[in-house]
């Protein structure tokens, strides 16, 4: 990974480095990756029979419906009264 890129998205996370720090960062981010791409290699098939062996069902509890929480108590202090939560916009 090279520094710019690393530069780009330091800026995107409204991060600021020194010049050192970038590259320091570069680095370890180009390490991170390579062990990502070895990760890739490992065959992740999968298969039910041998996957499941250890799943056991005996101790769940009863799925019953019920009653939702009332909109009016989860919106009564939401800023918007327009049964919404408005929130910060954090993607251009």
Same mark, same amino acid.
């Given at each position: 990974? @090279? %520094? ?6 330091? !800026? ?8 050192? $720090? ?20 490992? @065959? %992740? ?6 996957? !499941? ?8 509890? $009863? ?7 009332p ?10 009264s327009?049964?919404?939560f ?7």
């Amino acid at each position: 990974m @090279d %520094i710019e890129m690393v530069r780009h998205l330091s !800026n995107l996370g409204k991060l600021s480095f020194t010049d050192e $720090e970038l590259e320091r960062v570069a680095k370890e981010m180009t390490g991170i990756i390579e062990i990502m791409d070895t990760i890739k290699e490992i @065959d %992740i098939t999968y298969e039910p029979i041998k996957d !499941n062996h250890n799943v056991y069902l005996n101790g769940l509890r $009863e799925d019953k419906a019920m009653d939702s929480f009332p909109t009016e108590k989860i919106l009564q202090n939401a800023v918007n009264s327009e049964c919404c939560f408005v929130v910060p916009k954090v993607v251009e």
